[in-house]
């Protein structure tokens, strides 16, 4: 099977990541930059070092450094790190004509920039990078193996241009052992095994990558090709933030361990905050040859390191990243401990902030954070243990609570996403596990539709992102031809690689056909409001025609007097209900009749269906009964103090860290009440539905700035400090939760008694009101709000 899409795509999506990003100051010059490698063009698990001396006249205020790797690097400058594992798993695009049963698959590669300027000098400086090569791809897809290593490096330092080719030094570092096994079949990343005896003074001041080290006898790199040769391609930026490195930190039973100690032998168990991506650090003195494991107390974990001991003391930091609620030394009686420490790097930073005065609904919601951000690093995936895969369904549930949580280096990610599973799709397919293996689970293409794209542009407004994927969108939504009855053909096994999937959850119970009818038409729902930005009048007649089509054609097909099914006697499924009113297909007036006849007794789904049950009831106004049904689901993970992050399973199961718990949404934009109205956070509302909860701080990192909010409830009186950024509109609804409100404050002016707008407030207006809220219009800025009940 040929890959459909021409080379002008390529080209295409290569200005779309390089115009859309904002973190390049400058084009690459890539002219007279070589790739090089050692002679070999692998093998796989290579470790290559490279040096490079030269002389600096002058620094002139920035310095920009274009760095291209496969698959991971390390950057010194004068023996001082500048960035810690940069490079991403390969893939931004095609390159060419792709026939993936024969594993042609000619790719385009990323590329770094750094500004190194305040790491150089005048006179004499080094540049050493550690290179780590994979050389290897698994059926997860998440790497695309070049079938070579390879290093390209440029920077302009004034006048001086600096380019890597054949007058650097490069050597397979001899420290680390290559030959290990792949640390599982799922997995492109390896385990470390590193012999401190055979290293370059690694963790030392005269360390291979100080400017104090002699490479004189290290031979010359070997150059591979200019720019733009195969096996690399074209070049395209990594438009993700690089990672926060937060620096070598204590364990948190650090003074429990009082270092230094001699080891026992017995297994050390170092407690880490929470559930992290983390590299650990050791320093011991030992004599030669003593052999220290290191792993984590996750059961799914398969990256490990081993470190063998030289004479002395010594550091050592494995560079190949773990996780785990406790990281797990195992060092040889006799050997002295001086320091056990790890290394956290995250996508951005945790700058979503949910507090209740619920300690439940608190330590959820710090366990879904949590989960959430140890399932993102080159990609968001399922987990970051066992498979570490870009599954699109995955993305969507973390999508629907990372607009919360995380800063731009998230919304970044999520773009990767998107452009990656476009840029791969095949045969108008967009599929799972890419960029390498388009895997076709209906339900997740089309749940990827409707709560990934239009939710980046709607929380983003990121237009030329839109404008990208909206036509792969289009093109699946076409597959699905529509039958006799109004509803769509159910799609199954229609290309190669196709696995009829909608959740795990309970055996025998899971309800496909409405399911995947739903979501069709909420793809149709979204996909409609794309074109509707992007003026495509034909496509908006063609989404309301189906859509019409189909509502009738639903409830005729599946609406069994209380509930949807396709087989009233056998299926009574949460999830189908669920959909149906999440998507908008079903009949507001049976709302109150599926949320009593199923999504209150029945308890189905796995978390990746979950989160979608809880938001049913908050769409049927039951978010009481959400609430508790969150609670149900939940308590036994939230009970179990040891565990930070959430299950793959109810209760639990699977990998205890799994990236579809998706219940923050439902706290953030149902009982917190906040969601955009109008693209990228121009507009948006705060409409509580606090319940029985009296306090609550959140806040939320838009693409406009943190909008900071304070609510604090008494039986008459309601009380928000509310912090909106420039250029936002917030519509702030007071709930009346069942009284009447005698008199509205704000910024300590009386604006509202007695039914009546008393006083106008710059800034500030009337909007409306309902049997929920008194809704005004608040532009950016501080205010302090107070109503007084009767």
């Not at 220290?292 to 190949?320: C, P, V």
């Not at 995380?406 to 599929?431: P, Y």
């Not at 989404?543 to 099914?565: D, I, L, Q, V």
Request: with cysteine.
């Amino acid at each position: 099977m040929k890959f459909k899409n021409s080379l002008g795509l390529w080209l295409l999506l290569a200005i779309a990541y390089t115009t859309s990003s904002s973190v390049f100051a400058n084009t690459p010059n890539w002219t007279d930059a070589q790739w090089i490698w050692q002679q070999e063009d692998g093998p796989s698990n290579t470790w290559l070092s490279f040096r490079k001396t030269i002389t600096v006249d002058e620094i002139p205020e920035i310095v920009e450094a274009h760095i291209a790797v496969d698959s991971k690097f390390w950057l010194w400058i004068n023996g001082e790190m500048v960035i810690f594992e940069g490079g991403l798993s390969r893939g931004p695009s095609q390159a060419g004509a792709w026939d993936r049963k024969k594993k042609i698959t000619p790719t385009n590669s990323w590329y770094e920039t750094l500004n190194i300027q305040s790491y150089l000098k005048k006179g004499e400086n080094t540049i050493a990078i550690l290179v780590w090569y994979w050389g290897r791809e698994t059926h997860k897809g998440t790497h695309i193996d070049s079938g070579k290593g390879g290093l390209l490096f440029s920077a302009q330092i004034g006048q001086q241009r600096l380019v890597s080719n054949g007058s650097w030094k490069a050597k397979q570092h001899s420290g680390y052992d290559n030959t290990i096994e792949p640390a599982s079949k799922s997995l492109v990343q390896y385990s470390v095994k590193f012999d401190a005896q055979k290293a370059m003074n690694d963790w030392s001041e005269n360390a291979w990558y100080s400017s104090k080290f002699d490479d004189e006898n290290w031979p010359e790199a070997t150059e591979k090709g200019n720019a733009g040769v195969a096996p690399w391609y074209n070049l395209e930026p990594n438009i993700v933030p690089h990672l926060i490195n937060h620096g070598l930190e204590d364990y948190k039973n650090h003074d429990d361990l009082q270092f230094p100690f001699i080891s026992d032998g017995k297994t050390i168990k170092c407690k880490l905050p929470f559930n992290k991506q983390i590299t650990p650090y050791l320093e011991v003195e030992a004599k030669v040859g003593d052999t220290i494991f290191i792993t984590t107390d996750n059961r799914l974990n398969k990256i490990t390191a081993t470190y063998i001991t030289k004479s002395g003391t010594q550091k050592f930091e494995s560079f190949s990243w773990m996780n785990g609620n406790e990281i797990l030394y195992t060092i040889p009686k006799g050997v002295k401990v001086k320091a056990l420490k790890y290394r956290w790097m995250s996508v951005g930073e945790m700058s979503g902030k949910f507090e209740v005065d619920d300690p439940f609904y608190n330590r959820l919601w710090w366990m879904g954070n949590n989960t959430l951000f140890v399932c993102a690093r080159d990609n968001f995936m399922d987990c970051p243990d066992r498979e570490r895969a870009l599954w699109i369904g995955d993305v969507a549930d973390q999508t629907g609570y990372l607009f919360y949580a995380m800063d731009d280096a998230g919304r970044q990610l999520l773009k990767k996403a998107i452009l990656q599973t476009t840029a791969f799709s095949e045969n108008d397919v967009l599929g799972a596990l890419g960029p390498l293996r388009v895997r076709e689970l209906v339900a997740q293409s089309l749940q990827f539709i409707a709560q990934c794209i239009w939710p980046y542009y709607l929380n983003t407004g990121d237009l030329e992102t839109l404008q990208h994927a909206y036509p792969y969108a289009y093109k699946y939504l076409k597959l699905f031809p529509t039958q006799e009855n109004g509803l769509p053909e159910y799609r199954i096994k229609k290309s190669p690689d196709a696995w009829d999937w909608a959740d795990w959850g309970v055996k025998n119970t899971i309800d496909k056909e409405p399911i995947q009818a739903a979501f069709y038409y909420l793809a149709l729902k979204e996909a409609k409001k794309m074109a509707e930005v992007l003026g495509k009048t034909e496509d908006i007649a063609w989404y309301t025609r189906r859509m019409e089509t189909m509502k009738p054609a639903f409830e005729k097909a599946y609406w069994k007097n209380g509930f949807y099914s396709s087989n009233a006697e056998d299926l009574k499924d949460d999830r189908a209900n669920a959909i149906a009113i999440v998507s908008g297909i079903a009949d507001p007036e049976f709302y109150n009749q599926i949320v009593e006849n199923v999504l209150i007794p029945n308890r189905f789904s796995s978390p990746h269906f979950e989160w979608v049950v809880e938001e049913a009831m908050c769409i049927a106004n039951r978010h009481k009964a959400s609430l508790e049904r969150m609670k149900d689901q939940y308590q036994s993970q939230v009970d179990k103090k040891s565990m930070s992050t959430l299950y793959e399973m109810f209760p639990r199961g699977g990998s205890y860290n799994h990236a579809w718990n998706g219940s923050n949404k439902i706290l953030s934009k149902y009982i917190a009440g906040v969601a955009p109205t109008k693209a990228a956070w121009s507009e948006y509302e705060i409409m509580p539905k606090l319940l029985h909860i009296k306090q609550l701080k959140k806040t939320i990192p838009t693409v406009k700035g943190d909008i900071d909010i304070h609510i604090k409830v008494s039986d008459d009186t309601f009380q928000m400090a509310l912090t909106s950024p420039k250029q936002t509109t917030a519509i702030v609804g007071i709930p009346k939760s069942d009284k009447d409100i005698k008199e509205v404050w704000v910024n300590e002016k009386c604006i509202w008694k007695k039914g009546k707008n008393k006083k106008k407030l710059n800034g500030l207006v009337y909007s409306s009101e309902d049997s929920k809220y008194l809704k005004f219009n608040i532009e950016s800025g501080s205010w302090l709000i107070s109503a007084i009940y009767q």
